[in-house]
């Protein structure tokens, strides 16, 4: 089966370089699945900071609190709707990027996404292969980094 992955919008302007950041951190959204772990595992070796946030008040602290340089969000999580939170991050941080992931990808939900500026929209269950090339999309689009680009050796392994 093919996953679907839609890029909605590029992000506007404001292009910085990473290598001027101390740390790097991603917002995530709780799921009701291995979510968190999966995460970690793309996460980890790039020294980038996974920040969960189960209810809509985390959302608003971590942000708050920390420099967050996109937001992966969960639309079917039954503590946080999806559309909901990035309605919430969107009032406070407008040009937050967002990749919204889904069980299902229909044309309504895609439209709310675009009118919201999600990056892109990730079908349910997530292949970590393109949610790591969308990553890499995003923060060469906004951030002008390659951080989440595969190692050469990988493609090469044709992993």
């Known amino acids: 089966m093919k996953r679907l992955a839609q890029d909605l919008h590029e992000p506007a302007g404001m292009t910085e370089e990473l290598s001027n950041l101390s740390e790097v951190n991603v917002l995530v959204s709780a799921a009701n699945w ?10 980890m070796p790039r020294g980038i900071n996974a920040l969960l946030a189960t209810e809509a008040n985390d959302v608003l602290d971590i942000i708050n609190q920390r420099r967050i340089h996109t937001a992966i969000v969960d639309m079917d999580s039954e503590r946080l709707s999806g559309l909901g939170t990035i309605k919430i991050m969107r009032a406070h941080y407008p040009l937050l990027p967002c990749i919204l992931l889904a069980r299902i990808a229909e044309r309504e939900l895609l439209s709310d996404a675009l009118e919201l500026d999600v990056f892109s929209v990730i079908t349910k269950p997530v292949d970590m292969d393109v949610l790591l090339e969308q990553l890499n999309k995003l923060f060469i689009k906004k951030y002008n980094s390659t951080i989440f680009a595969r190692k050469a050796s990988a493609r090469q392994a044709g992993t």
Not at 34 to 43: D, G, Y
């Open 34 to 43: 291995a979510w968190p772990e999966a995460v970690r595992t793309i996460f």
